[in-house]
């Protein structure tokens, strides 16, 4: 099994930045996508980011240009660079990754908490 924990998030004004991080741990050996989705009160889980073994991304439109996912295999952790951050980027921020070759499994983190706010 795979554990994620999550850290970076926090108040910040418009226009400022916020850098995510997730750490995977247990059996990692098979990880392969990795990704960050995030959700508010009374809105249904939306995917903001992924990157896959081959280090494709994929963005949610609403945040190309400003965030930037990457990853680091040595250490099983994926980063979310999030840049000039709007109001409407306040959201739980949740870290997902999948793991197995035959059969994939989904992992996903506790939730960190992004608040844009002035």
């Known amino acids: 099994q795979v554990q994620l924990v999550e850290s970076g998030g926090g108040l910040v004004q418009p226009g400022g930045s916020l850098r995510l991080s997730c750490a995977a741990s247990?059996?990692?050996?098979?990880?392969?996508?990795m990704g960050w989705y995030r959700q508010t009160p009374g809105k249904e889980r939306e995917l903001v980011a992924t990157?896959?073994?081959?280090?494709?991304?994929n963005y949610a439109d609403s945040v190309k240009g400003r965030f930037t996912i990457s990853r680091d295999n040595a250490k099983n952790t994926v980063y979310l660079q999030m840049n000039n951050l709007k109001p409407e980027d306040t959201a739980v921020y949740y870290c997902?990754?999948?793991?197995?070759?035959?059969?994939?499994?989904?992992?996903w983190g506790q939730g960190t908490q992004v608040t844009v706010s002035s």
């Open positions: 997902r990754m999948t793991s197995g070759v035959f059969r994939l499994q989904t992992y």
């Open positions: 990157v896959n073994i081959g280090l494709m991304r």
């Open positions: 247990g059996s990692t050996s098979s990880i392969n996508d």
